[in-house]
Structure formats: C-alpha cells, structure tokens
Nanobody, 121 residues
Framework: QVQLVESGGGLVQPGGSLRLSCTASGSILSINAMGWYRQAPGKQRELVAVVTGGGSTNYGDSVKGRFSIARDNAKNTVTLQMNSLKPEDTAVYSC???????????????WGQGTQVTVSS
C-alpha cells in the first residue's frame, strides 16, 4: 500500500506564491511520473505539472512560466512552486504518482487526498 500526503495549500492574495509538497510512503520499489492535478468547482480535473523519473517535466498551458515542479527521488517527494497566482488558480490540488510497489512489476496510479488553494483578495 502507498500513501501520498500533501501539504502547503491555503489562502493567498493574487500575485502571491505558495509551495505544495507531496511525499509518497509505503512499500515503494520505484516511482515513475509524479505530478499535480487540480479541479475547480464545476470544472474537469486538469494537469498542472508532472515530472518523470528521469526529470522531464510537462506543464499545463495555463501555468507555464508561473509554476515550477521539482522532485527529490531519494525522499519520494515532489514539490510545486506556484508564483504569480491568479484567482483562476483556485482549486483543489491533488498529488498523483505512478508507483511500482515491492513484489509487483507494473506501476499503479495513486492519488493524494487533495489540498485547497484559494487565491483571493
């Protein structure tokens, strides 16, 4: 079993910054891609940013140039630095990881519980 625990959400004013962290724990052999998705009320879940095990990154169009994702493979942690936040960034942000657990050969997709980010004055 694998758990993804997120931290760092909250309320911030437009133009401000927040940093989200997600740590995976459990019977982990290796982790492929790790990333963040978000879902605003009444909208579909969308990709925010993802980083592969090799360090390649991909960002949603709406956050390019403002958000930055980083990964610490030794700590099974992924962080999302969010700068120049806008009200439209308000959403529940969820951590996602494709994990190969001990005794298995295929990765399984896991989700964190989600953390609220609210951008408002």
């Amino acid at each position: 079993q694998v758990q993804l625990v997120e931290s760092g959400g909250g309320l911030v004013q437009p133009g401000g910054s927040l940093r989200l962290s997600c740590t995976a724990s459990g019977s982990i052999l290796s982790i492929n891609a790790m990333g963040w998705y978000r879902q605003a009320p009444g909208k579909q879940r969308e990709l925010v940013a993802v980083v592969t095990g090799g360090g390649s990154t991909n960002y949603g169009d709406s956050v390019k140039g403002r958000f930055s994702i980083a990964r610490d493979n030794a700590k099974n942690t992924v962080t999302l630095q969010m700068n120049s936040l806008k009200p439209e960034d308000t959403a529940v942000y969820s951590c996602n990881a494709y994990v190969i657990t001990i005794g298995w050969s295929r990765p399984v997709n896991y989700w964190g519980q989600g953390t609220q980010v609210t951008v408002s004055s």
